[in-house]
């Protein structure tokens, strides 16, 4: 297909890890495009992971605060936040509030923190120090990032043993995929060497439409077994469950949305055996 043609496959890293894989795998959720289930994938990625045994740490790393209002805080009256740990280097441990899993919050003040890091030395790599304290307390660190491919972002991806893309089946989200590549490829040369596209998770699926199966045989024909299996499909339950501050799982245990995310949760753990394996 014509389409398929804008989408290079990926270079593909194995997430790197401390002796024994004592420290935790920091995967973030990564796409320039707003509104294609980054939030709701970290969230729920994090609770299914969670209800595994595991140890996960979210971090909130996008102004708009969506993934803290998601747990039931409101940013706005959020005093210490990434912001901080970012700008003024504070502990992360004092910005950590422990919901559904441990939770690093945003506020409103993390809109300036790209024009705050600007003119530090090592700014890229605020994030990465900032989670040297803490890496051995959690098997999983989960990234939101912002919707842009700015400071904040490149810091996640500094950060990051892998990256997991949310990608909403329609084509224009397609497109953005090329982008994102190429931003990952100059950090893994300037950067973060080991850092790699680990999955990408076909979201908002909706298998009635033909637009949104078309959307997805391309993905899979472009990158393989690169692609999740699991499909998370269009359904209002993902968008009700915030407004009761809980993650899908905790809001519908038993339902379809809930089970998707159990299904990704595994998918990731395996993903991550085959590769300790290679």
């Known amino acids: 297909m014509a389409v398929a043609r804008l989408l290079p496959r990926p270079n593909i890293r194995p997430a790197r890890g401390g002796k024994g894989n004592a420290f935790a ?18 969230l729920n990625l994090g609770v299914a ?21 998601s747990q039931g805080m409101n940013p706005d009256a ?16 004092e910005v ?48 939101d990032t912002p919707p842009s491919l700015g400071l904040l972002t490149i810091n996640a991806f500094v950060a990051a043993t892998g990256v997991i893309v949310p990608v909403q089946t329609e084509y224009l989200s397609l497109r953005g995929l090329a ?42 024909e472009s990158f393989g077994d690169v692609v999740f299996n699991t499909r998370i499909r269009k359904t209002v339950r993902y968008a009700e469950a915030p407004v009761k501050g809980a993650s899908v799982l905790a809001y519908e245990p038993d339902g379809e949305a809930a089970a998707l995310y159990r299904d990704l949760a595994k998918e990731v753990l395996s993903g991550e055996k085959s590769r300790q394996l290679a």
Do not use: W
Not at 49 to 69: F, S
Not at 102 to 114: K, P, R, T, W, Y
């Open 25 to 42: 795998q920091v995967i973030a959720l990564a796409n320039q495009k707003g509104g294609v289930a980054k939030t709701t994938t970290t």
């Open 49 to 69: 992971l969670a209800e595994m045994g595991k140890r996960v740490l979210a971090v909130d790393l996008d102004p708009q605060g969506n993934l803290t209002m």
């Open 78 to 93: 959020i005093e210490k936040s990434m912001f901080d740990v970012l700008v003024s280097r504070m502990p992360i441990e």
């Open 96 to 143: 950590i509030a422990h919901r559904e899993i441990d939770l690093a919050v945003a506020s409103i003040d993390l809109a300036g923190a790209e024009l705050a890091l600007s003119s530090q030395i090592g700014r890229e790599r605020a994030l990465e120090k900032a989670f040297q304290p803490i890496r051995e307390r959690y098997d999983y660190i989960l990234i």
């Open 179 to 220: 982008q994102l590549q190429n931003t990952l490829q100059i950090v893994r040369e300037n950067l973060n060497p080991h850092v790699g596209i680990i999955g990408i998770l076909p979201t908002m699926y909706d298998k009635r439409l033909t637009h949104s199966r078309e959307a997805d045989e391309i993905l899979r």
